[in-house]
């Protein structure tokens, strides 16, 4: 059973820089989607950047390209979010998903992803 728990979350001032993390555990497979997602309270889930495990596929949102890294220490363990140049509406509660690779693309696998963690919330202000 995959468990992930986000920490880092925390309050910063614009233009600033914080750095997300999501612990995973239970991965079986030998490669996984995995990424981050924000969410407004009231709002649609967004998404922010994945990766696919043991490979070069990167995919980030046009609203953090250039400001966001996303990347995993391997093996199957830690997923960082760096986030640097953070605006009052990067404010959102960050989620990290996961999911087994089959063939398809970063965004619509993790859209679909069966597994969640609890979130941690990061305010700009």
């Known amino acids: 059973h995959v468990q992930l728990v986000e920490s880092g979350g925390g309050s910063v001032q614009a233009g600033g820089s914080l750095r997300l993390s999501c612990r995973a555990s239970g991965f079986t497979a030998r490669r996984y989607y995995w990424g981050w997602f924000r969410q407004i309270l009231g709002k649609e889930r967004e998404w922010v950047a994945g990766?696919?495990?043991?490979?070069?596929?990167?995919s980030y949102a046009d609203s953090v390209k250039g400001r966001f890294t996303i990347s995993d220490g391997g093996p199957h363990n830690t997923l960082t979010l760096q986030m640097n140049g953070l605006r009052p509406e990067d404010t959102a509660m960050y989620y990290c998903?996961?999911?087994?690779?089959?063939?398809?693309?970063?965004?619509?696998?993790?859209?679909?992803?069966?597994?969640w963690g609890q979130g941690t919330q990061v305010t700009v202000s």
């Open positions: 990766l696919v495990t043991d490979s070069d596929t990167v």
């Open positions: 998903a996961a999911d087994p690779w089959v063939p398809g693309s970063v965004v619509e696998r993790l859209t679909a992803a069966r597994f």
